[in-house]
């Protein structure tokens, strides 16, 4: 049985094979992400090299026995339908199977609540911060509700200060978006630019001023940030744009305004903070309260 873990080799453009090459076209026509392309060619690799066979000599048959491997070895049901995705797309639009979205099911995630932090929870990890770096970043992450993506690519020119918004290139499914940017957090970004003016990224990396700090970097900024505000339990960045979210929904925020906020394609995906919003269930009436019921009898 091949290591699932091995890394799948990289072909330069020389050796590319037809197959490889036409499945990178048919991913750029579609004008999905370079991250998304990475993911997908090698997640069809890997499936590739468990039976030692070219992709397009394997059918659904061991797809389903890859799927029952990916489980049996741990991986989250995230994790096996984001590898499942890709076999999806090579076998539908690559191989041009048409019936490979009925016959290559997706695993049922099992709904959990979303984690959110309170707003003195949220105070304190930012005063927390590792730097006034890391101070800004989250506090964009939480002030704009942005996802770990957007805030360590944002650049000194989407910081519009005059319109007061921050404008999102290329953010999930390629969409371009206003996010909005208060006088607080404002105060925040302008604190950190004075301090280390940063040209291009609003959060540059240490090697280079033309490339801003990883996903991993702000993931564990934001890990030391939550164990020096001694918080007592296990944060993340993106768990701040869903206190974000849940925050404005217990303000009263109509959840059509909030999707807009938050860049989601269908209002469905916003509804799914309604389920973590405690406020929002006390301060709804039950209509319990508007029967009219006759007087109890004595006992």
């Not at 076998?91 to 709904?111: G, K, S, W, Y």
């Not at 604190?191 to 001023?209: D, I, Q, T």
Request: aromatic residues 6%; proline residues 7%; charged residues 25%.
């Amino acid at each position: 049985m091949a290591n699932q873990s091995a890394k799948p080799s990289q072909p330069t453009d020389a050796n590319i094979s037809p197959l490889r090459q036409r499945m990178i076209e048919d991913m750029s026509i579609r004008r999905m992400s370079p991250g998304t392309q990475r993911s997908y060619l090698s997640a069809v690799a890997r499936f590739s090299q468990h039976f030692s066979r070219s992709p397009d000599k394997l059918g659904y048959e061991e797809v389903r026995i890859w799927q029952l491997h990916l489980i049996e070895a741990g991986l989250s049901t995230t994790a096996v339908n984001a590898r499942i995705t890709a076999l999806r797309f090579f076998f539908r639009v690559t191989l041009n199977r048409r019936d490979a979205p009925e016959m290559i099911p997706l695993a049922r995630a099992p709904e959990r609540l979303r984690e959110v932090l309170t707003p003195e929870e949220v105070a304190r990890l930012i005063e927390a911060a590792p730097g006034p770096k890391y101070r800004a970043a989250l506090s964009l992450a939480y002030g704009a509700g942005l996802r770990v993506s957007e805030v360590v690519g944002i650049k000194v020119a989407d910081i519009d200060s005059v319109r007061m918004v921050l404008r999102i290139e290329d953010g999930k499914g390629q969409r371009d978006r206003f996010a909005k940017l208060s006088p607080l957090l404002l105060d925040e970004l302008r604190a950190w630019w004075k301090a280390a003016r940063p040209r291009v990224y609003m959060f540059p990396s240490r090697m280079s001023a033309f490339a801003h700090i990883s996903a991993r970097q702000f993931s564990r900024a934001c890990q030391v940030a939550a164990a020096r505000a001694k918080l007592g339990k296990p944060v993340n960045p993106h768990m701040l744009r869903h206190s974000f979210a849940t925050h404005l929904l217990d303000a009263g925020t109509d959840i059509r305004i909030i999707q807009v906020m938050l860049g989601h394609k269908k209002l469905t995906t916003t509804a799914i903070y309604t389920r973590v919003s405690p406020k929002l269930i006390q301060t709804t009436a039950s209509p319990f309260e508007s029967l009219v019921l006759k007087q109890r009898p004595p006992r």
